[in-house]
């Protein structure tokens, strides 16, 4: 039998599966949400706003995560498959402290 010898720089693991990516961007935006109405939450107990005023500030807040978050996920999502993939979701996992799983982890409200 032939024994065929690989170098670590032939041996890869795989990259991560869209599911992965998928799962990350779910995370960000559950961390998101939970921030946004956290805070919202916050600032009601201390300041009255009408109801009106209280949608357009919610509303304004996702806005202003949507664009900050959105670029990281459309990346981590382009990325999925690749095998750039495991390095963009490592990295934005411990930039935003997310356990896979746990999506609540790493923040406090």
């Known amino acids: 039998m032939e024994r ?4 670590a720089s ?3 693991a795989p990259a ?27 600032l009601i ?7 009106a005023t209280h949608t357009e500030l919610a509303t304004a807040l996702n806005r202003i995560a949507d ?12 990325h999925a498959g690749t095998p750039d993939a495991d390095r963009y979701v490592t990295a934005a996992r411990e930039l935003f402290a997310l356990t896979p799983g746990r999506p609540d ?5």
């Open 4 to 7: 065929v010898l690989m170098s």
């Open 10 to 12: 032939t041996v890869t």
């Open 16 to 42: 991560p599966q869209a599911g992965e990516a998928a799962e990350l961007v779910a995370s960000l935006h559950d961390r998101m949400t939970h921030v946004i109405d956290s805070e919202v939450a916050r």
């Open 45 to 51: 107990r201390r300041v009255s706003f009408t109801p």
């Open 67 to 78: 664009a900050l978050l959105g670029p990281v996920c459309a990346r981590v999502s382009a």
């Open 105 to 109: 982890t790493g923040w406090t409200a």
